[in-house]
């Protein structure tokens, strides 16, 4: 569990769970962020706005697929997603 910051105005707090099939994402309510007085520029991921971070559903390892239609925030090796998990197939895990 942890706080994202999606944007200056928009902070919630996150609970990621592992399962065998992947990472799931649910967005446990609001938080609040004292800002601190510093210099060092921090880079936000892009995301698709408030209404879409209320609907994040999994964290997605972009290694295993990349941001699509139901992408909401991405970063580096991970993005949120609109979809629930996909379940790989037999095989297909890595």
């Known amino acids: 569990m ?32 004292i800002p601190l007085r510093t210099e060092t520029v921090v880079s936000s991921a892009a995301h698709r706005g408030r209404d879409a971070v209320w609907k994040i559903a999994s964290l997605v390892k972009t290694n295993a697929r990349q941001p699509d239609e139901t992408s909401v925030a991405f970063f580096d090796q991970y993005w949120f997603s609109t979809s629930g998990l996909v379940i790989a197939r037999e095989g297909e895990r890595g």
Do not use: H
């Not at 769970?17 to 609001?30: E, F, H, Q, Y």
């Open 2 to 33: 942890f706080p994202w910051q999606a944007d200056p105005d928009l902070g919630v707090s996150m609970l990621i769970t592992k399962d065998r099939d992947g990472l799931s994402a649910k967005v446990l309510g609001p938080s609040r962020f």
